[in-house]
């Protein structure tokens, strides 16, 4: 069974710089998918990027992007010129490209709330 | 275009009632799942649906059943409810079951069981 872990509960970071939130998870597979996805206090969870682990390329979207090292198993999310809006509990997510069954599913990870000081 | 709907957002139940949470979609998606997110926990898969009248158990199905009679429809029953069953339940969706496809979840419901 693949397993995410986001080790850091919570972070801060002030508007208009740049964090990183990390995330590593653990699987025997050699493809398959990885999200990042943004809870605000509204509590609708929301994609933010996503990343097909046979590309090697990192993903970008607008001031996220990710830094993927397959080897390491770590999917870490960058995000750049930091807002007010970003302020939101992040989850890392794995997904199985094997079939649909219980593979289909989305693992997550715990989640990291992420402050932005103004 | 109003994506996934879930009623009600907040419920109060006692040991042992029974309830059933609403999930509707109004874009077509074959994919619907339901989970569970506890603090600290992350978010865990309770059933899923690949499409209308086929279901399958997630991750923690126990004391949850589900049915996909329409496409639109992904309802999730609590049959005797337990306080070990307070959680924040959210129905999510997407085009098809392979993966890559963007899950679009619905805004929550927050059930507590006393």
């Known amino acids: 069974a693949q397993t995410v872990t986001q080790s850091q509960p919570e972070m801060s970071v002030q508007e208009a710089e740049t964090v990183t939130l990390s995330c590593t998870y653990d699987t025997s597979e050699s493809d398959y998918y990885l999200f990042w996805y943004k809870q605000p206090p509204s509590r609708q969870m929301i994609l933010v990027i996503r990343q097909e682990a046979y590309k090697q390329q990192n993903a970008t979207e607008n001031r996220f992007s990710v830094n993927f090292q397959k080897a390491a198993k770590s999917f870490s999310l960058k995000i750049s010129d930091s807002q007010l809006g970003d302020a939101a509990m992040y989850f890392c997510a794995y997904r199985s490209l094997e079939g649909f069954g219980a593979n289909s599913k989305l693992t997550f990870g715990k989640g990291i709330t992420l402050s932005v000081r103004p | 275009n109003a994506g996934v709907t879930q009623t009600p957002k907040f419920q109060v139940l006692k040991t042992g009632q029974s309830m059933t949470l609403q999930c509707a979609q109004d874009m077509n998606h074959e994919y619907m799942s339901w989970y569970r997110q506890d603090p600290g926990m992350g978010l865990r898969l309770i059933h899923y649906?690949?499409?209308?009248?086929?279901?399958d158990q997630g991750e923690v199905p126990n004391g949850y059943n589900v049915s996909r009679s329409t496409t639109e429809d992904f309802p999730l029953r609590l049959l005797s409810a337990a306080p070990s069953q307070t959680s924040v339940y959210f129905c999510?969706?997407?085009?098809?079951?392979?993966?890559?496809?963007?899950?679009?979840f619905g805004s929550g419901t927050q059930l507590s069981v006393l």
């Open positions: 999510a969706s997407s085009r098809d079951g392979t993966g890559w496809e963007k899950l679009f």
């Open positions: 649906s690949v499409g209308a009248g086929i279901t």
